[in-house]
């Protein structure tokens, strides 16, 4: 018996070229040659990709001024059973682009999704920038106005992660003297024209990278990576006591033994932690009547 349920088609998130052509993945091209439709942020650059290739494909617009009308079409496309590629003007769809809402929409109505990962500007940036990479927080494009633009910078201003952001050339200027009175000597990248022609990176520090800059008129798409915060960051007094707390209660330790490890782990000096153990050392006395072991 032959079912009359149609079956939904697919909406495949495929990634393409920041820059040069040949950065697109054999998987990309193939998908792109085999969707029914493909939704583009820029049809003008996202033409120039398939026509590079030999791919002739039905090609929509989706950006931010389209996209709640382009989403219902969109969706009702891929519940008739078509398959739908969408691409971002470059790089990765839903990375700081409108793609994310489309995406949503699908998990909402239980469509099925298929990542086709390739070319991302801020992994490609992180990955020259000689900074840490074992953890970065991604921010996306930073505030246009300028005192939205020192705010933000002021909250990150604390956190031990490698920063990468977005900028438009034209504010990147204001954006490095922000940097400079705020972060001050924090090492800062800042990558050009990623994977194109005229690719540059520039590193030092904001003020450093703003002298050198000069009265240059800076071009093309930027990413900046930044360095995290490496001043020690004040440990609270209730950390260290819960941390002593394990290792007395449930690792049986002794107060040395204890103490030593708390201080290794939270980069706490042994002073600090002693103090704290001492007030422990107290309420057990108190609770149990009976002391810690201090050797």
């Known amino acids: 018996m032959k079912s009359d349920e149609k079956t939904s088609g697919i909406l495949y998130i495929v990634s393409t070229p920041i820059g040069n052509l040949e950065d697109i993945t054999l998987r990309a091209l193939r998908v792109l040659k085999e969707v029914d439709l493909i939704a583009a942020e820029d049809t003008r650059r996202t033409r120039q990709i398939l026509s590079h290739y030999g791919i002739h494909k039905p090609l929509i617009s989706y950006h931010e001024h389209n996209r709640r009308m382009r989403e219902e079409s969109l969706l009702a496309e891929i519940r008739e059973g078509r398959n739908v590629a969408l691409v971002t003007d470059a790089g990765t769809p839903g990375i700081s682009d409108p793609g994310e809402h489309l995406v949503k929409r699908a998990i909402q109505e239980s469509i099925p999704l298929v990542p086709i990962p390739g070319p991302s ?13 074992e953890s970065f927080l991604f921010y996306g494009f930073l505030p246009a106005k ?43 990248v800042v990558a050009r024209e990623m994977t194109k022609v005229y690719e540059e990176v520039y590193r ?33 007094s209730s950390a260290i006591a819960e941390m002593l707390d394990v290792y007395f209660r449930e690792m049986g330790l002794s107060m040395k033994e204890a103490v030593e490890r708390v201080s290794a782990e939270l980069e706490v000096s042994k002073r600090e932690v002693y103090r704290e153990s001492l007030k422990i050392k107290k309420r057990y006395g108190e609770e149990n009547g009976a002391g810690i072991n201090e050797d």
């Open 146 to 188: 300028a005192a939205a633009r020192k705010k933000l910078l002021l909250s990150l201003k604390e956190r031990a992660e490698t920063l990468i952001l977005y900028e438009s050339p034209k504010r990147l200027s204001a954006f490095l003297e922000d940097a400079a009175q705020i972060l001050n000597e924090r090492q800062v």
């Open 121 to 133: 500007a801020l992994v490609a940036a992180l990955s020259v920038s000689g900074l840490p990479t």
């Open 204 to 236: 030092g520090t904001a003020g450093e990278i703003l002298r050198t800059l000069g009265e240059e008129e800076v071009k093309g798409e930027v990413t900046i990576v930044i360095e995290g915060c490496t001043r020690p960051v004040k440990v609270e």
